[in-house]
């Protein structure tokens, strides 16, 4: 059995600050993800796409944020449970816990911390019978490595940022881009709508409107795509491909998690945002887009505070005795778990005469 401080269900942004700032108070955590790696959608979905609100970062990739993040909590070590989704949540007699993953893994901590974003996600599948049969074949839901793409045949479905965003990106990448949308009007910002139109302009991307792909075609791997045109009069195409990339956007779920006795809103957990963003268990928090409360924003940097807030809590419900006081690290530094201390040089005075 793991044992551990905070055992932190999620592993995206607000999961892995949330190691740096139990390390601060000396409380060692370990993370669950049903991701096998670290990062949550920054990894998985959307890497190499740019994030404008993270402070002290003009602009950064989402990829980068959580390469930034493992380095910056690599010196508290924490513990990873990678590939496996936090099934049940036992409570002992005692007031700790004991969560269990869906292979068996089991863990034991007095502190349990939901960072798990909006939760397990799927992609929202267009209803083409036979998609399933090309699923890493040639389909694809997520763009995790954009070099794949790298002088392939490309088609991507959709109407809003995503669809519009990669269409941009892949145009400098693929031999050739086709952006499919059902309508004329695009649902995503205006600066990617006109850059998108502009690309088309110059012939580095198609963009096919009023129609929708309905068939897959391939022997093995897709080899071709079925376009169906609104416009009666031209039908039917046919398009060889390498990728099929259909971007309608995700569904969220709770998952296991909804079935622990939490105090659910809107597939979100209701926390007390007043003091310390605890659930309706004692001893279980929620932080991140996965809890809600009046005035909540789905934001990283809103994470990262709620992160520091719940430490806090969590420290004086493992040690009540012991009183904290909140020491600066431009003052105290970061001493790591192992043996790493970072500190800032202090000035030598010397008096004179």
């Known amino acids: 059995m793991i044992k551990t401080d905070i055992l932190i269900i999620g592993a995206g942004p607000t999961g892995l600050f949330t190691v740096f700032e139990a390390g601060l108070l000396k409380l060692k955590t370990h993370l669950i993800d049903a991701l096998p790696q670290p990062g949550g959608q920054c990894s998985e979905i959307y ?6 609100d993270i402070p002290a970062f003009p602009e950064i990739n989402a990829g980068d944020l959580v ?8 010196p508290f070590e924490p513990g990873f449970t990678l590939g496996e989704r936090a099934e049940t949540l036992e409570k002992l007699d005692d007031g700790t816990f004991i969560v269990t993953t869906n292979k068996g893994t089991k863990h034991h901590a007095p502190v349990v911390a939901i ?5 397990s996600f799927e992609p929202r ?14 389909v694809e839901y997520f763009i995790k490595d954009p070099e794949i793409y790298r002088g392939k045949k490309v088609v991507i479905a959709g109407g809003g940022d995503s669809a519009l965003d990669w269409a941009i990106y892949l145009a400098d990448v693929a031999e050739e881009v086709a952006l499919v949308h059902r309508r004329k009007e695009f649902r995503g910002a205006l600066d990617s709508v006109e850059k998108v139109s502009e690309l088309s302009k110059l012939g580095k991307i198609e963009m096919i409107t009023n129609a929708e792909v309905v068939g897959l075609n391939g022997e093995n791997d897709l080899e071709q795509v079925v376009i169906r045109h609104k416009d ?5 195409e046919f398009r060889d491909v390498d990728h099929f990339i259909p971007l309608f956007g995700l569904s969220p779920k709770l998952g ?3 079935n622990w ?6 597939n979100a957990i209701k926390v007390d945002n007043s003091y310390d963003y605890a659930t309706n268990i ?35 419900r493992i040690f009540p005795d012991k009183k904290y006081v909140l020491k600066y690290t431009t003052v105290g530094g970061v001493e790591g778990f192992d043996g790493s201390k970072k500190e800032a040089k202090k000035e030598v005075v010397q008096s004179i005469g």
Do not use: W
């Open 261 to 266: 006795g939490l105090e659910i809103e809107k």
């Open 282 to 316: 004692p001893g279980v928090y929620a932080i991140g887009d996965v809890n809600t409360y009046k005035g909540k924003l789905k934001l990283i940097l809103s994470g990262f505070h709620e992160a520091a807030i719940m430490c806090q809590s969590a420290y004086q």
């Open 47 to 52: 890497p190499k796409k740019p994030i404008y």
């Open 125 to 138: 599948k267009p209803p083409i019978q036979n998609i399933a049969d090309y699923e890493d074949k040639g």
């Open 67 to 74: 390469n930034n993040l493992m380095e910056q909590i690599k």
């Open 256 to 258: 296991p998690i909804g």
């Open 115 to 119: 960072a798990g974003g909006l939760g």
């Open 232 to 236: 009666e009069a031209r039908g039917e």
